[in-house]
């Protein structure tokens, strides 16, 4: 039972510890996404570590008062989308932003010419990041080796938000149990979905919510699954030219039926030697650009610039 909230934001903050010395982080005081949710350090340097998108409702208001610019010392997204969105939306400080992508740590990648009986799908992300479109997508789908484990659930975020929240996706969840082709799981923790992932072959997420990255995504392609996604938010960056992306729609049967036709694409060339090569470059990409060790290195960089500034 997960009892307080892991969601990528926790995660990558235990990464930032793990790779970030521990004398340079007692300087600063580094909040994550919603602006003063601790108060503002009267000495240390404050940092927003923004990773929620600019129209969360916590968020735009403080953002939407340009006299709040100031009260922090760096602003740092999650990606170059969350950065350009804050821009033009809030005309935030740009002297004092810049961009540090989120990582992934110690992925095992999976056997990419292994011939199996069943074509096995991933689907992990939270209920409202389109677990309703893939499960109407997995109901379009003819080809009978193709099957779903579905671990999508609000409990990620703590019990207590499970407790709140959990009901009114319950539909969509005895939905999953009953479809042919779809093992419904739930949640299980991170590591567990990180250990697992070198036993699946695809990453499908009909994605509805504007992702300002996706950790996901990241640790699929380093396990080498092919990752079919919408080019919704700040995916496309995410996922560079490795995925197959689904343009995202507002009619959400119309976008099943699309992605349904893609899952069944991508499943009948798997193991072709061009998608090989295509996934074998795929987690040389992952490892080396999104590989913790090198996000840790740049933050270690940036703050020992910017205490060093502060001091003269």
């Known amino acids: 039972?997960?009892?307080?909230?892991?969601?990528?934001?926790?995660?990558?903050?235990?990464?930032?510890?793990?790779?970030?010395?521990?004398?340079?982080?007692?300087?600063?005081?580094?909040?994550?996404?919603?602006?003063?949710?601790?108060?503002?350090?009267?000495?240390?340097?404050?940092?927003?570590?923004?990773?929620?998108?600019?129209?969360?409702?916590?968020?735009?208001?403080?953002?939407?008062?340009?006299?709040?610019?100031?009260?922090?010392?760096?602003?740092?997204?999650?990606?170059?989308?969350?950065?350009?969105?804050?821009?033009?939306?809030?005309?935030?400080?740009?002297?004092?932003?810049?961009?540090?992508?989120?990582?992934?740590?110690?992925?095992k990648p999976r056997d990419l010419t292994k011939k199996k009986d069943k074509i096995k799908l991933i689907f992990h992300p939270t209920p409202w990041r389109g677990l309703n479109v893939i499960l109407a997508a997995m109901q379009f789908i003819k080809n009978s080796n193709i099957e779903l484990d579905v671990y999508s659930s609000t409990e990620v975020y703590g019990q207590a938000f499970k407790e709140a929240n959990d009901k009114q996706w319950q539909e969509l969840y005895d939905q999953a149990k009953t479809l042919p082709n779809v093992n419904y799981i739930g949640y299980k923790p991170n590591e567990y979905i990180k250990e697992h992932l070198h036993e699946y072959d695809i990453f499908a997420y009909p994605c509805i919510w504007e992702e300002t990255f996706c950790i996901s995504a990241i640790e699929a392609m380093a396990a080498g699954l092919y990752v079919i996604t919408t080019d919704y938010g700040a995916l496309y960056e995410t996922c560079a030219e490795f995925s197959s992306y689904v343009p995202y729609q507002g009619n959400h049967l119309t976008l099943a039926r699309n992605f349904a036709f893609a899952i069944e694409a991508v499943a009948n060339n798997l193991t072709s030697e061009g998608i090989v090569k295509h996934l074998e470059r795929q987690i040389d990409y992952t490892n080396h650009f999104y590989n913790w060790s090198k996000q840790g290195n740049a933050w270690t960089q940036f703050l020992k610039g910017a205490l060093d500034a502060r001091s003269k």
């Open 1 to 107: 039972m997960q009892k307080n909230p892991r969601g990528g934001t926790e995660l990558q903050l235990e990464y930032l510890n793990k790779y970030v010395s521990k004398d340079i982080l007692d300087q600063v005081q580094i909040t994550t996404s919603v602006p003063e949710k601790i108060p503002l350090h009267p000495t240390k340097m404050n940092i927003l570590w923004q990773k929620n998108s600019y129209d969360q409702p916590n968020l735009a208001p403080w953002f939407k008062d340009k006299s709040n610019h100031n009260k922090y010392d760096w602003y740092v997204f999650n990606s170059h989308w969350n950065y350009e969105k804050f821009r033009m939306m809030f005309d935030i400080p740009t002297e004092k932003s810049l961009v540090i992508k989120n990582g992934v740590d110690n992925i």
